[in-house]
């Protein structure tokens, strides 16, 4: 029987038992894709991810991501925790400190700064005002009012994601969605701290289909980062706060934009892995 090499992960945090785990199953090409989902379920972690050589010349590596239920085009803490995988087990990339990993969106670039990782947003797949029906049943999974939503938009980079911003990260700490009404958005929800706080921006994730609340989002925060700056809602560099409410303090996300003459603004994404108290 074939074995391979088997790694878990903790990304997004500096505590042995406080991130998102990670599921790395390296050199992974002699799976079937069948094989790939039944280990995923097995694992039972929100992702699995496999190794495996890029069939894209300026790529590193290629990756697919699985849930339990299915396969993601792409996802954040997948992105880190298998770029920081594939660096321990020896792996070399062409360019120094610039990783291009190839996955179901295409190309995303991973920043090594020392043992920090940092990726760039890949482009948006779906972008626009949500629809009044997506509206009104989002009001009615977070028991809000039509006017406590104050901005709204689709920001699906791969898992679907749409996100709403609310008055203030206080609104936004209260919720306590009613799972079946949300089923099946996966939802952003945003809202802004009081001036002087540690974070500008609270940040949750709701996954309707699933019935959970995700700790820490690295694809969420990603396009609400290109929403919230390229629509004038945030400054170009800011931090955001996120963790599930019973959480006395929050892991940390600096979004920043930078610019290459001739080029379009590309915007990375750095889990810092600092608390800030809530």
């Not at 079937?32 to 097995?42: D, F, G, K, N, V």
């Not at 901005?151 to 206080?170: E, F, I, K, T």
Request: hydrophobic letters at 45%; charged letters at 15%.
């Amino acid at each position: 029987m074939p074995t391979f090499q088997f790694t878990q992960v903790n990304v997004f945090s500096t505590d042995p038992l406080g991130g998102n785990p990670l599921a790395v199953v390296h050199a992974a090409e002699g799976l079937s894709e069948a094989q790939m989902a039944a280990l995923a379920r097995w694992t039972n972690l929100s992702e699995t991810t496999f190794l495996l050589p890029p069939t894209d010349p300026g790529a590193d590596y290629y990756v697919r991501i699985f849930t339990p239920v299915g396969e993601l085009p792409f996802a954040g803490h997948p992105t880190l925790g298998s770029c920081h995988a594939w660096l321990a087990a020896g792996g070399k990339p062409r360019k120094p400190s610039l990783v291009a990993q190839q996955c179901g969106v295409g190309l995303v670039l991973v920043r090594c700064d020392g043992p920090r990782l940092e990726f760039a947003a890949p482009p948006l797949r779906r972008t626009g005002a949500l629809e009044p029906d997506v509206l009104a049943k989002i009001a009615k999974a977070l028991a809000l009012l039509p006017s406590d939503i104050v901005h709204h938009q689709w920001v699906d980079n791969g898992p679907g994601w749409c996100a709403v911003m609310l008055r203030s990260a206080r609104q936004v700490l209260s919720l306590k969605p009613d799972w079946a009404s949300l089923d099946p958005l996966k939802l952003g929800v945003v809202g802004p701290h009081d001036a002087g706080h540690d974070a500008a921006f609270e940040v949750r994730a709701f996954i309707g289909g699933g019935g959970y609340e995700d700790p820490v989002t690295g694809s969420l925060n990603a396009s609400l980062a290109q929403w919230l700056i390229g629509a004038g809602l945030a400054k170009s560099s800011y931090v955001a706060a996120q963790a599930l409410p019973s959480s006395a303090r929050a892991a940390s996300t600096c979004a920043r934009t930078a610019k290459k003459s001739g080029s379009a603004a590309t915007l990375w994404t750095l889990f810092v892995g600092r608390s800030i108290s809530r």
